[in-house]
């Protein structure tokens, strides 16, 4: 499956001397990683890599600049956010995976390394996913607390109303 922000480069062309590229989202793969990331809208997706080859091992550098509305999770009101996120990851060539169940224990710095498929990478999908990475994961409203301050009060309806009303009885009865 192609990501919908695909930006391959072949690994073959990146050397020891660091080059920079900039990268941007049209409006069609905005709406599609939107859709992915459950955003109510991506304004702006851009990113700038600083590419170069050290010991064999490619290294991406770089910062992705996003502008975008999230929904308030709980009171579903959009919320506008910035993303300025760096990252720093290296692409390593692919290697055979350890055999069978065997586990495998990871470095930190091994969870921002990469294995190049097929001798290529996709800058657009390291702008994805550091997106995604970035996001808040639970975005609240200034007012969100209010919002649930209030429906603890209502005693007529949600899931608890049931248990509120027998903890009611329980305690008029004792």
Known sequence: MTPEFSRPLDADTVSESPRTLEIGADEAERRKLAGRFRLVALDRLAATVTLARRAGIIHADGRVMADLVQSCVVTGEPLPAHIDAPFS?????????????????????????????????????????TLALALDPYPRAPDADLTLDESDTETDTGPFAALKALKDRMEKGA
Do not use: H, K, M
Not at 100 to 129: F, K, M, Q, W
């Open 89 to 129: 990851v290296r692409y390593v060539p692919e290697t055979p995976g350890p055999a069978g169940e065997e586990e495998v224990e990871l470095s930190e710095e091994d969870c921002d390394t990469l294995p190049l498929e097929n001798g290529r990478i996709d800058l657009g999908e390291l702008a994805a996913e």
